[in-house]
């Protein structure tokens, strides 16, 4: 095994600064994605969502403020026995607002969109189907031969395709998007929307793509994924979060992408 030369992020640190953030923020769309990252590492997401407050916020269609956050609180509903009805009332809810082409967009009046779709199906792989998968295909595709192509929505489109069950061996667009990704990675080890975008690396973007990337991990070079673990560990912030605009967002799927980098990396 090769040896790991970058320096680990603090993770412990991370973790308390995030759960932290996601007992006092106010909204609990903003907490939902950080509640959701920590319950999959482990953390009770009862004692970070209570069922009263998805009980009050929900509303009465069976969503909550829109695609994302719906999504995010039906993932954490299905993982309580006490909380199925209001992810079954969710789903419910996501079925109708999905538009006529299949994808879904941030609300029922947006278009479909491919971050909003990608995530929705690998979280909430029950809903995906070969329309939705053939629209996520289709629509990366026009992207992927755009001028501008941005790293997020190839890791989207991974993350999507992966949890439906599709193989690299069904879709050549797979192994297509692995090599355009691998060569998105900045100089430093991170990632931006595209490589030397005038922002630079950033915590969102290498999150996300961490993810994208690791969906199949027998494409994966072990370097690209160490070199992006680096850059986390070089720009984590004294606290244990990193530094975006929407912290606890940009924090979240940094956390996210390190936690499975790290799974990675130790096997």
């Keep these: 095994m090769m040896k790991f030369t ?8 991370a973790t308390m600064a995030l759960i932290k953030w996601a007992k006092y923020a106010p909204e609990i769309g903003r907490r939902a994605l950080p509640a959701y990252v920590l319950c999959r590492n482990g953390t ?3 004692s970070l969502i209570s069922e009263q407050e998805i009980r009050e916020s929900q509303h ?7 695609v994302n956050e719906t999504v995010l609180l039906s993932a954490i509903c299905r993982s309580r026995s006490s909380t199925k009805g209001y992810y079954l009332a969710a789903l419910n809810w ?11 967009g941030v609300t029922n009046r947006d278009i479909s969109r491919i971050p909003v779709t990608g995530l929705l199906l690998h979280l909430l792989p029950e809903l995906s189907g070969p329309k939705a ?11 992927f031969s755009s001028d501008t192509k941005l790293s997020y929505k190839g890791a989207f489109f991974l993350l999507g395709l992966k949890a439906s069950g599709v193989s690299v061996n069904d879709c050549p667009l797979i192994s297509e998007t692995y090599s355009f990704l691998k060569n ?7 990632f931006g929307p595209w490589r030397d975008h005038p922002i630079g690396s950033e915590p969102w973007s290498t999150g996300v793509v961490l993810l994208g990337l690791l969906a199949y991990p027998e494409l994966t070079k ?3 994924i160490e070199d992006a673990v680096g850059w986390l560990a070089k720009n984590q912030l004294p606290n244990g979060l990193w530094p975006y605009h929407y912290i606890d ?4 799927y940094a956390y996210w992408g390190l936690v499975e980098a790290l799974k990675y990396l130790k096997r």
């Design 6 to 13: 970058h320096k680990y992020p603090e993770l412990s640190l």
């Design 94 to 104: 996501l079925r109708k607002i999905r538009h006529e082409d299949a994808g879904w």
């Design 184 to 190: 998105e990675q900045n100089d430093d080890g991170g």
């Design 44 to 46: 009770q997401s009862e």
């Design 249 to 252: 967002e940009g924090s979240a």
């Design 222 to 224: 072990r370097k690209v």
């Design 133 to 143: 998968i053939n629209w996520l295909k289709s629509e990366w595709r026009k992207d």
């Design 60 to 66: 009465s269609d069976g969503g909550w403020c829109n």
